[in-house]
Nanobody, 122 residues
Framework: QVQVVESGGGLVQAGGSLRLSCAASGSIFSINFMGWYRQAPGRQRELVASITSGDSIYYTDSVKGRFTISRDNAKNTVYLQMNSLKPEDTAVYYC????????????????WGQGTQVTVSS
């Protein structure tokens, strides 16, 4: 019913930039929370940034001032602009969203994307 698909990952040198996109599609009634997470090898998945339907924004400390999350409600899409990238930003980046479908308008379910690899070389 609902798909969440990330794109925009790749290989970049330290100091460079990437823009990730996350598009939700399907039988969507409403989207509340959308977030970007990352998981590096041997480490737990961590929340990087999130944005609510009321535009309340969160960033983990390590990306503040470098990453910017934004959303396009008309396209059911959230973006993560990543600047001044560092080797420690290397990870698989995942997107999720708390989404209510047309058939269950009062219940929000969290859907995850498949992830996109971001590699920052030194």
């Amino acid at each position: 019913q609902v798909q969440v698909v990330e794109s925009g990952g790749g290989l970049v040198q330290a100091g460079g930039s990437l823009r990730l996109s996350c598009a939700a599609s399907g039988s969507i009634f409403s989207i509340n929370f959308m977030g970007w997470y990352r998981q590096a090898p041997g480490r737990q998945r961590e929340l990087v940034a999130s944005i609510t339907s009321g535009d309340s924004i969160y960033y983990t400390d390590s990306v503040k001032g470098r990453f910017t999350i934004s959303r396009d409600n008309a396209k059911n899409t959230v973006y993560l602009q990543m600047n001044s990238l560092k080797p420690e930003d290397t990870a698989v980046y995942y997107c999720n969203g708390a989404i209510a479908t047309m058939s269950m308008r009062t219940q929000y379910t969290v859907y995850w994307g498949q992830g996109t690899q971001v590699t920052v070389s030194s």
